[in-house]
């Protein structure tokens, strides 16, 4: 092609792309996407099968939701590609197609029920009449969509897998969901499961929702319904789901520097390494909702046979907005605006023994603010990592990383106009979880 014909196809494609975009609700505002790092996307193509259960008389909505929540039609509006295209920095373009018409399970919703997930996909591909089957051989993943409740989630958290359909075997991720499914919050959670992403923790023992530890990590996605999602106004209603869950329109939040790291969603060039004998080191660590080519995005403290960490600074806006608007997150942290987050992350990842994101919770939900210091145990004396300042204005955070003993704060003025002594000794949350003192700034 030459290069007036490449641009002649890119206009018309740009053209092509923003005549079919619509907004998802009347009063739906288009949103900028993140900036990208990644110079090159990556395709990850899916399609939907719609698939009618019981015959319901009334869709609602649920055909322009599917469109726009999924399809072409909604991007711009926080929809599942902007989610994709956002988190991994313009690496992974999802491209869905909603194409194909609603077909008849072949079983009532008790028969689907009583199938796994992935046998309820294989079930409705097949129900999908010869003469309207697409060409599968180019697909990553397959989205089963119910027009009733079901039950809802991925078919395996460990990416593809082989599904049988067509009288062939074909090697696929795949969801299955429901009315109840279709907001970020849920659904971008399940495809991650199609892209091998498994749950993530933090350092308690606590119960929420499945092993001590497991969906505890509010800032991550792959926590997904008990995370600090924002209340995503630009999509209808999502509909209540028989039973005792309470499902809002919720959004976000986006994922956590060990879950960046193992999709390789973060470029080399916006990670640093912080190893053993490198002394007092000072980072301006972009927020993760706001990355700048070429400046740290993620700290990796530590590694090499040891015990291996992560430092993030994230933002509340883009798909972290409700770190200011959910009122389960710390006040403090709301007023702040922004937070660092400290992870354990493990390599080999087998829940729940060894899971690869565990969050160092504090008292601020692992939230750590301004002058707020953590100590990490390694093989030797040990890391901290503080952070002196965070600019949201700018988009960034001021961390120091050491060993060993963490250096005095610096004297400040407190309220009441006396010099205090902030000392940042705090016991090791890894040996005491949820043991750092409340306050960011000690006893005044
Ligand atoms: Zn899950």
């Known amino acids: 092609m030459t290069k007036l014909a490449r641009f002649m196809a890119f206009a018309l494609c740009a053209i092509f792309t923003m005549a079919q975009t619509s907004p998802p609700t009347p009063g739906a505002v288009r949103r900028n996407n993140y900036p990208r790092l990644f110079a090159q996307s990556e395709a990850s193509e899916w399609m939907v099968v719609k698939c009618a259960i019981d015959g319901a008389p009334d869709r609602g909505n649920l055909d322009s939701t599917i469109a726009h929540l999924f399809g072409i039609e909604g991007a711009g509006y926080g929809n599942i590609s902007d989610y994709f295209y956002d988190v991994s920095y313009g690496k992974v373009q999802l491209r869905v197609q909603t194409t194909v018409g609603w077909v008849d399970a ?20 097949d129900a999908v009449p010869e003469a309207d089957r697409p060409d599968v051989s ?10 009733t409740f079901l039950d809802d989630g991925a078919c395996s958290s460990s990416g593809q897998r082989t ?18 499914s279709m907001m970020t919050d849920f659904a971008a959670q399940e495809f991650l499961h199609g892209f091998g992403l498994g749950h993530s923790y933090d350092n308690s023992t606590d119960d929420c929702g499945a092993n001590p530890g497991e969906y505890c990590d509010q800032w991550d996605i792959m926590s997904s319904m008990s995370v600090f999602h924002f209340d995503d106004t630009n999509w209808p209603a999502v509909p209540p789901p028989p039973g005792p869950f309470v499902r809002g329109t919720w959004g976000g939040p986006g ?20 190893r053993r004998g490198d002394g007092r080191r000072t980072y301006r660590l972009s927020a993760l909702s706001h990355p700048v080519a070429g400046q740290p995005l993620v700290i990796r403290v530590g590694g090499d046979f040891d015990a291996l960490y992560t430092v993030e600074y994230r933002q509340a806006d883009g798909w972290d907005a409700g770190f200011a608007t959910n009122t389960s997150v710390p006040a403090r942290v709301r007023a702040a605006g922004g937070a660092v987050l400290v992870h354990q992350y493990q390599l080999e990842n087998s829940p729940p023994d060894h899971p690869m994101s565990t969050l160092i919770n ?70 005491r979880p949820n043991q750092i003192p409340t306050s960011p700034i000690g006893p005044h």
């Open 255 to 274: 994922l956590t520097a060990p879950a960046l790291l193992s999709l390789n969603w973060v470029p080399p060039q916006n990670i640093r390494n912080y």
């Open 138 to 147: 180019h697909l990553y993943g397959i989205i089963g969509m119910a027009d």
């Open 106 to 125: 072949p079983l009532k919703s008790a028969g689907m029920r009583a199938l796994q997930r992935y046998q309820r996909v294989e079930q409705c591909m």
């Open 163 to 180: 599904l049988h359909f067509w009288d062939a075997d074909h090697t696929l991720a795949c969801v299955w969901f429901d009315p109840a």
């Open 362 to 431: 504090n008292a601020n939900e692992g939230a750590m603010l301004r002058w707020n210091t953590v100590r990490l145990p390694n093989a030797t004396s040990g890391y901290y990592v503080r952070v002196l300042g965070i600019d949201t204005a700018h988009g960034f955070a001021t961390v120091e990383i050491g060993e060993g003993e963490p250096p005095p704060l610096p004297f400040v003025q407190s309220p009441n106009g006396v010099q205090d002594h902030r000392t940042g000794a705090t016991p090791s949350p890894l040996e």
